[in-house]
């Protein structure tokens, strides 16, 4: 096994020894739905009771569907990394629309969610940040958008710098959508 890696087992084998410590379980990334054991891992989750998360960039769409039809997540906070014109510059990637196709099923179900996005002054402005609220007004998301400061004091992929500016709850406190900077 190389640095960083543990096994499935190893993993459940340890989720047993805290049965009764831990409430709960979070399954986040890189992401979490890519792994081909993800079904099986979160049945052996479930099976020891504890409540399961799960951090996605919504990427995957069909098994954010199946996960919730098999009742196997209770809460999943979906990562909105920027509007389709920043989106590939941002993410390296061209999934803007399954993001969208995860967003518009989780606003239509019964599943616990939240929004988030990590805000870094390179790549997401104040005005990006405005248009992003107003697509998710215009999805009609009705939940809480969470939005985190890009923090980080070691060298990231494409060399990103400390965040010059840091956006506010008061800069958009006229917003309809309860917006929580954390």
Known sequence: MGKGKISYEKVV???ESRKG?????????GECTLHNQII?????IRKMGFLIKVDTNGSRPE????????GLVDYFALD?????????????????????????????????????????SDLITPKDFEEMVGYLKLMKYAGTY???????????????NASM???KSTDFAASDMKIVFR
């Open 21 to 29: 410590i831990l409430e709960g379980v979070v399954l986040s990334g």
């Open 80 to 120: 909105f990394k920027a509007l389709p014109n920043k989106f590939e510059i941002i993410t390296g990637s061209n999934l803007f629309e399954n993001f969208e196709h995860s967003l518009r099923f989780l606003i239509a179900s019964e599943q616990k969610f939240e929004v988030r996005t990590t805000i870094h």
């Open 13 to 15: 084998e340890f989720l």
């Open 146 to 160: 969470y939005i985190q400061q890009f923090v980080n004091d070691v060298p990231t992929l494409g060399n990103l």
């Open 40 to 44: 099986w891992l979160l049945k052996e």
């Open 165 to 167: 500016h840091r956006l």
């Open 63 to 70: 098994m954010i569907r199946h996960l919730v039809a098999l």
